[in-house]
């Protein structure tokens, strides 16, 4: 074969291999820039910034083999809470809506295409703190993350485990009674199948106190 053509395959083979490359950097530079939310904008648009976790707040998951759920993420099986929908869509009224789990990006990714295939409600974001060096969950981490510019007392979290917070989230968090129709919880009030009604009216409460409405 000629040395010509052999050189001139090999720099075209090299060419191409870092133009992907850039591409795939680009891409995931995209990805980041798309959700980057600034307080003007939430200001302007009068809504404030609600972080909801998964797990047990407002899915349920096992790896157990069972029958009923809605449906599988690779091993795991998922039952979505009651009410959840109507609890998404009430708050994106109000709220820029985004994820942030102790679970892994794959697994939260995957579950989200689920709750909000059309992707109207789960704008800003999902954020799994296995991407952060903290041990616990943080509003800055997210912030960061995505390029957020929004300041803490504009940010608002739904979660059923507040300790998994640092402390200064802590008192922005709405709880919610753990939920997993796989589990038993000890400090579950079963007879209230609702409890996404109840802290859904608290972060309307707050919303309407924060532009004094």
């Not at 992907?20 to 904008?41: G, L, M, Q, T």
């Not at 709220?95 to 990714?109: C, F, K, L, P």
């Not at 997210?142 to 979290?157: A, D, L, V």
């Amino acid at each position: 074969m000629n040395s010509k053509f052999v050189l001139w395959l090999n720099l075209t083979l090299l060419f191409l291999q870092v133009t992907s490359s850039c591409c795939k950097k680009c891409n995931e530079k995209k990805i980041v820039r798309r959700y980057s939310i600034s307080e003007k904008e939430l200001l302007e648009k009068k809504k404030l910034m609600l972080l909801l976790d998964l797990d047990n707040t407002i899915i349920g998951s096992t790896e157990l083999e069972v029958e009923i759920y809605d449906f599988q993420v690779n091993e795991m099986y998922v039952c979505l809470r009651e009410g959840y929908k109507i609890f998404l869509m009430n708050m994106a009224k109000k709220y820029v809506i985004g994820i942030h789990t102790n679970g892994s990006q794959e697994y939260a990714d995957a579950v989200v295409k689920h709750l909000d295939p059309e992707k109207n409600y789960i704008t800003a974001g999902v954020f799994s703190s296995r991407n952060s060096h903290s041990l616990k969950k943080s509003t800055d981490e997210f912030n960061s993350y995505f390029k957020h510019e929004i300041p803490e007392n504009m940010i608002q979290i739904v979660d059923d485990q507040p300790k998994v917070w640092v402390i200064k989230d802590q008192p922005k968090i709405h709880r919610v009674s753990p939920w997993n129709p796989y589990q038993i919880f000890d400090d579950c009030d079963e007879l209230d199948k609702n409890h996404l009604t109840f802290v859904q009216e608290n972060l309307l409460a707050f919303h309407h106190d924060f532009f004094d409405e």
